[in-house]
T-cell receptor
Framework: NAGVTQTPKFQVLKTGQSMTLQCAQDMNHEYMSWYRQDPGMGLRLIHY???????DQGEVPNGYNVSRSTTEDFPLRLLSAAPSQTSVYFCASRSAGGTLGQYFGPGTRLTVT | GENVEQHPSTLSVQEGDSAVIKCTYS??????FPWYKQELGKGPQLIIDIRSNVGEKKDQRIAVTLNKTAKHFSLHITETQPEDSAVYFCAASPGNQFYFGTGTSLTVIP
């Protein structure tokens, strides 16, 4: 199993550009989440999904969209990038039953100029 | 929403000594408390977790304690080794969402 994969690893955008961060998992996990990590602020939840076709907002959803058309994939879309969205983005997944622990991807480092 | 506070923000210990990291939470509905280790340039990795119906859990050199009344939980690492150097995060979950502390940078000095 590859676990949770994220692409790209690094990205530089100009203010106003749009892009999609990709996330995929091969563990058949029902739950998937997107977090952003900023210095001194830990990880903050952007959006999450409890299954295909179901998404919900987390703590900091503004400026981001998600969709979940399959169990495996959970892309995060930045509609109009702003410098405040410069961050490291992590995707995570977990099973609905058994252990509740999340598996994290390696992250995408995004810089918006 | 839930608010998780974590202390200290940095911690240096001599190899072989113990390290303790403490977290508090605000939402009494939180019932699951995981701890993650993050090495430089990598994603967080779950190292131990505890549910609200348990007061203590141990896995080799790592243990976690939970005091529901006081709303705090702690990570204990004994016999620390240089490879324990990393950033550690606590989290609390009242359901589908997870709320993280701000992290503790642990340095183990050989």
């Amino acid at each position: 199993n590859a676990g949770v994969t994220q692409t790209p690893k690094f990205q530089v955008l100009k203010t106003g550009q749009s892009m999609t961060l990709q996330c995929a998992q091969d563990m058949n996990h029902e739950y998937m989440s997107w977090y952003r990590q900023d210095p001194g602020m830990g990880l903050r939840l952007i959006h999450y999904s409890v299954g295909a076709g179901i998404t919900d907002q987390g703590e900091v959803p503004n400026g981001y969209n998600v969709s979940r058309s399959t169990t495996e994939d959970f892309p995060l879309r930045l509609l109009s990038a702003a410098p405040s969205q410069t961050s490291v983005y992590f995707c995570a997944s977990r099973s609905a039953g058994g252990t509740l622990g999340q598996y994290f991807g390696p992250g995408t480092r995004l810089t918006v100029t | 929403g839930e608010n998780v506070e974590q202390h200290p923000s940095t911690l240096s210990v001599q190899e072989g000594d113990s390290a303790v990291i403490k977290c508090t939470y605000s939402d009494s509905a939180s019932n699951y408390f995981p701890w993650y280790k993050q090495e430089l340039g990598k994603g967080p990795q779950l190292i131990i977790d505890i549910r609200s119906n348990v007061g203590e859990k141990k896995d080799q050199r790592i243990a976690v304690t939970l005091n529901k009344t006081a709303k705090h939980f702690s990570l204990h690492i004994t016999e620390t080794q240089p490879e324990d150097s990393a950033v550690y995060f606590c989290a609390a979950s009242p359901g589908n969402q997870f709320y993280f502390g701000t992290g503790t940078s642990l340095t183990v000095i050989p």
